[in-house]
């Protein structure tokens, strides 16, 4: 019989079974912590950070955190808000994200994110970096400008389509999305239908010719903030 783990979260008493990490027995719980990288289906990677947590007082990214007795973990705390907020605005100024006129608008986790978050605009300077587009395959667009290095596209490819169309090239600051054929994506055997073309949170990766076909007013994240959909299994939580 498998021994229920017991443990804090903002001060509720949260129920999981072993092995689940602080993100999975939260959103069980009907919690929401945000996050970018992290993703169903997929393994984790604790890459974006955006669902740090404290965990007896030291942050954790809570996507590879396992769950313990007796742990004492804070997520909405006034400090782990700011050290969210700040992720999320460095996201935004570290790329070229123009939301008014991106396809993704409206279903963009990004800036979903910022709405919850209240974020009109980035404290930090905006670096403006220069970043390739790569518009080669006939069904499907990558646009560096928007991507946030989440990993997605690349676990995806690896784990669930079995094609490793996409990988991390570069170091440092010259890190970027890659694709495995040096005449860029249209030469690799991507297909619109991959799950690496649809777990992208952002508009790095998108379908062409089907752009603001969704009216305003009818896009994924339009009526509801993102998040309702965990908390809404436990009722709704503040924000």
Do not use: W
């Not at 946030?148 to 784990?159: F, H, L, P, T």
């Not at 010259?174 to 055997?189: E, H, Y």
């Amino acid at each position: 019989m498998n021994k229920t783990v017991i443990f804090l979260l903002d001060g509720e008493v949260i129920e999981g079974s072993p092995g689940k990490t602080i993100l999975e027995a939260a959103e069980d719980a009907g919690k929401y912590i945000p996050r970018l990288c992290a993703y169903k289906g997929l393994a984790p990677h604790g890459s974006c950070r955006v669902c740090t947590v404290l965990v007896n007082g030291r942050p954790q990214a809570s996507c590879i955190q396992p769950i313990a007795d007796g742990i004492v973990v804070e997520s909405e705390s006034a400090e782990v808000r700011e050290l969210r907020r700040g992720v999320i605005e460095m996201l935004f100024v570290e790329g070229n994200h123009f939301c008014m006129c991106c396809e993704k608008s409206g279903n963009c986790e990004l800036q979903a994110l910022a709405y919850r978050f209240g974020i009109t605009a980035p404290r930090y300077p905006y670096l403006f970096p220069k970043r390739e587009v790569d518009a080669t395959h006939p069904y499907i667009l990558l646009d560096r400008n928007r991507c946030i290095q989440c990993g997605r596209c690349v676990r995806a490819s690896r784990d669930v389509d079995g094609k490793n169309v996409f990988q991390f090239g570069g170091r440092g600051a010259g890190k970027r999305i890659a694709v495995n054929a040096a005449g860029g994506l249209g030469k690799t055997d991507a297909a619109v239908i991959d799950q690496a073309i649809e777990v992208c949170p952002v508009g790095a990766i998108l379908r062409k010719r089907v752009g603001f076909r969704v009216p305003v007013g009818k896009r994924k994240f339009d009526h509801q903030p993102i998040g309702s959909d965990i908390e809404g299994k436990a009722g709704p939580t503040a924000v």
